[in-house]
């Protein structure tokens, strides 16, 4: 894992935890949200929450740096935590559609196995880190992570420089990302060469987000990404993703860890926790203000 990260930032990954049966029915469900009227949906849809949980609508996220805003929709499943845990009032709470009740009870399931599986794959990258394998475990457990159900509607008209989703970093430590249902994901390598990324049946695509790339000095790689407009032919086509964004707990500190600092590769990037550089990028994509 650790050599996939450094030389290119993204992996595929089989025996992550779901069965094909829970993903058809996540996919369903989704489908189900997103086939609601506008008005039904824009019922989930709440500025108050920042984008972070529920629903966000058509054009509302600008990846960093851009103008034109995505060519999406998409739906938050945040964490659940315990009543007395100290981040309780820090998290935005959860958004529950009340049309479609197993929508919400399949995403939690979902959330909570991905989570699981996250954690198994940062305590194989601490040992490559010559960290405790247990390092990440108390960080993450509980952290602010996302499962992000995503609607890419038929294109209608010219886009006219639009893109479903222009280049990007994630902003997490590390994202699950189950097979899209159709094509378009497209990956940077070191060198700057874009490659096609597909997830193949019964496996997950796995990439590095920048939280973890600022930890490491960049030593593990938070590969640029986008996914791109279809062959026109292929307009009239929907596309569906499903991707879980995991992060750490708010007050982690991202400081580049002593273990990536030498003087080869000297400190890169200032001191942050993990909630000050996430409230830093959603600023920046547009969904705070």
């Not at 450094?6 to 369903?28: A, D, P, R």
């Not at 989930?44 to 609508?57: A, D, F, H, I």
């Not at 058509?58 to 999406?72: H, M, P």
Request: charged share 25%; proline share 6%; aromatic share 10%.
């Amino acid at each position: 894992l650790g050599e996939a990260y450094e030389e290119v930032g993204f992996l595929s990954l089989k025996n992550y935890g779901l069965t094909n049966e829970v993903e058809q029915e996540l996919y369903q469900e989704v489908y189900n949200f997103f086939d609601l009227p506008l008005e039904i949906k824009s019922k989930y849809e709440k500025p108050e929450l920042n984008g972070q949980r529920g629903y966000v609508s058509f054009g509302k996220e600008t990846a960093k740096g851009y103008k034109k805003s995505d060519l999406k929709e998409f739906w938050h499943f945040g964490q659940e935590l315990a009543k007395d845990d100290p981040l309780i009032n820090e998290y935005e709470p959860n958004v529950f559609c009340s049309e479609l009740p197993n929508f919400n009870k399949i995403g939690r399931h979902v959330f909570n196995s991905l989570e699981k599986t996250g954690i198994y794959i940062l305590q194989a990258l601490a040992i490559y880190l010559n960290l405790p394998e247990n390092y990440f475990d108390k960080k993450v457990t509980g952290g602010n992570s996302i499962l992000r159900a995503i609607h890419y509607p038929p294109i209608q008209t010219e886009p006219k420089g639009a893109v479903r989703a222009a280049a990007h970093g994630d902003i997490n430590l590390i994202t699950i990302l189950m097979g899209a249902s159709a094509s378009g994901l497209e990956v940077q390598t070191r060198s700057g060469n874009w490659i096609p990324v597909t997830a193949v049946p019964n496996q997950v695509v796995v990439n590095i987000g920048d939280m973890m790339s600022r930890l490491t000095n960049n030593k593990l790689h938070s590969s640029i990404h986008q996914v791109v407009n279809p062959p026109k032919k292929d307009w009239g086509k929907p596309r569906f993703s499903i991707p879980f964004f995991m992060h750490p707990r708010s007050e982690m500190s991202l400081n580049c860890l002593d273990c990536c600092i030498d003087d080869k590769n000297p400190k890169q990037f200032q001191d942050i926790t993990a909630g000050k550089f996430l409230e830093e990028r959603i600023k920046e994509l547009g969904l705070k203000k």
